[in-house]
């Protein structure tokens, strides 16, 4: 009876073990479920923090630069009517004639830090209407061009009749163009032209290859337009070694940055870089056969951007 008892005894400790280990373990994994998906949404909701602050930060950008430069067209237009000038003195201060055949600022008065750099090419004709303008443009181009230097690489206007003032403290554009350069077949004068902007907007080139300050870029383009007439273009370059290293260097763990287009040309992949370069700045993403990189960008167009600073996890999954 006794070892009955005891038996009894046994079975119903090891029946309560069992059934405690049962409960220790649904606990232990009810813990590890709710305490990984507490862990997943603390990291989902800094990602998320840190994506927004980023994209405010690299989308802010863009409309700053925009409307700076439609405020200097602005002052430029109201100027060109309401205040007339002394322009041929003005302009021969100015400008001195090279022996390429082309007229530049005066290397003995001209420091990039205080002016603008001026190149009137040796096939444009020198007329009044020009000289106006090109001293006009100076002025405003140099007061706004040292006013943003501190924040932007550079600033220029464009002139249809082949000419450009250009404030780049940094780079000499003007000492080092030579006279086959055409302003209308550059990429950053022909997106503002009114046979491809007739609604007049501020536009944005894709990425080009400068030949002349052997740099690659976007630019902001703003056209000006004076008594109904496109006369001239101002522009600012944002330089993609900037944002790359930008994108390079301000990342979380474990996640990568992207730049990319309404459109879908890709500014900024870490795993396209290369080819980004070898075509020439156009390639899109329907053409790199990536299905996550497709979803992102799904995703992005959804919200309608026309600029994204995304930062992805490398399980594209997880991004709702």
């Known amino acids: 009876m006794t070892k009955r008892k005891r038996s009894i005894a046994t079975l119903a400790l090891i029946k309560i073990g069992i059934r405690i280990s049962i409960v220790v373990l649904l606990t232990s994994l009810l813990s590890y479920y709710f305490l990984s998906k507490h862990l997943l949404e603390q990291q989902y909701t800094t990602l998320l923090n840190t994506v927004t602050e980023r994209i405010n930060h690299e989308q802010s950008t863009f409309p700053e630069v925009e409307n700076y430069l439609k405020d200097m067209n602005n002052q430029i237009i109201n100027d060109s009517i309401l205040k007339p000038i002394d322009y041929n003195k003005q302009f021969y201060n100015l400008v001195e004639l090279r022996s390429d055949g082309s007229y530049r600022h005066k290397r003995e008065q001209f420091n990039g830090k205080t002016n603008s750099a001026i190149y009137v090419d040796d096939s444009t004709r020198i007329t009044t209407v020009l000289k106006e303008r090109v001293v006009r443009f100076h002025h405003y181009n140099t007061m706004y061009g040292r006013a943003l230097s501190s924040k932007y690489t550079n ?19 003007a000492e080092e163009v030579t006279t086959d350069y055409r302003v209308w077949d550059e990429p950053y004068y022909s997106v503002a032209i009114p046979e491809n902007n007739p609604k007049r907007n501020p536009v944005w080139t894709p990425i080009y290859f400068d030949t002349v300050a052997h740099d690659w870029m976007v630019s902001c ?3 000006i337009y004076l008594k109904e007439k496109h006369i001239a273009s101002s522009g600012m370059d944002i330089l993609l070694n900037d944002l790359i290293t930008r994108t390079k260097t301000e990342i979380l763990p ?8 309404h459109s879908g040309d890709l500014i900024v992949h870490p795993d396209y870089n290369e080819n980004i370069v070898e075509n020439g700045g156009k390639l899109n993403v329907s053409n790199c056969n990536d299905p996550a990189l497709e979803k992102i960008f799904e995703q992005i167009s959804a919200k309608k951007l026309i600029h994204w600073f995304l930062s992805f ?8």
């Open 313 to 320: 996890l490398l399980n594209p999954s997880l991004i709702p």
């Open 254 to 261: 474990g996640t990568s940055n992207i730049i990319i287009t």
């Open 155 to 173: 600033l220029y206007i464009l002139g249809a009749e082949n000419y450009l003032l250009v404030y780049w403290p940094s780079f000499s554009w």
């Open 221 to 223: 383009i703003v056209p």
